[in-house]
């Protein structure tokens, strides 16, 4: 996999851990999904951010996330 394949991935599912944790902290429950995603993205983003370190910025985000998308749906 590439790596800005797998940073795309992990701020996906690391913007997934957000209703999750609404949902849970408004249900009364532990927020243990939550916790899982954000784990989970995190530790995706910081394996991309590892991999190759100073190449990633939040100002080139966007176009790398227009690019990873473009990638899947050509």
């Known amino acids: 996999m590439d790596n800005d394949f797998i940073l ?3 701020v ?3 913007a997934m851990a ?5 949902s849970s902290f ?3 429950r532990s ?4 916790l899982m995603y ?4 995190g530790g995706l ?8 370190p100073n ?3 939040v100002d080139g985000m966007p176009n790398l996330i227009v690019s990873v998308l473009a990638d899947i749906f050509r």
């Open 8 to 10: 795309v991935l992990g």
């Open 12 to 14: 996906f599912i690391g």
């Open 18 to 22: 957000a209703p999750s944790l609404v």
């Open 26 to 28: 408004s249900a009364s």
């Open 31 to 34: 927020p243990r999904a939550a």
């Open 38 to 41: 954000f784990v989970v993205g």
């Open 45 to 52: 983003i910081s394996w991309a951010i590892y991999q190759q």
């Open 55 to 57: 190449t990633y910025s």
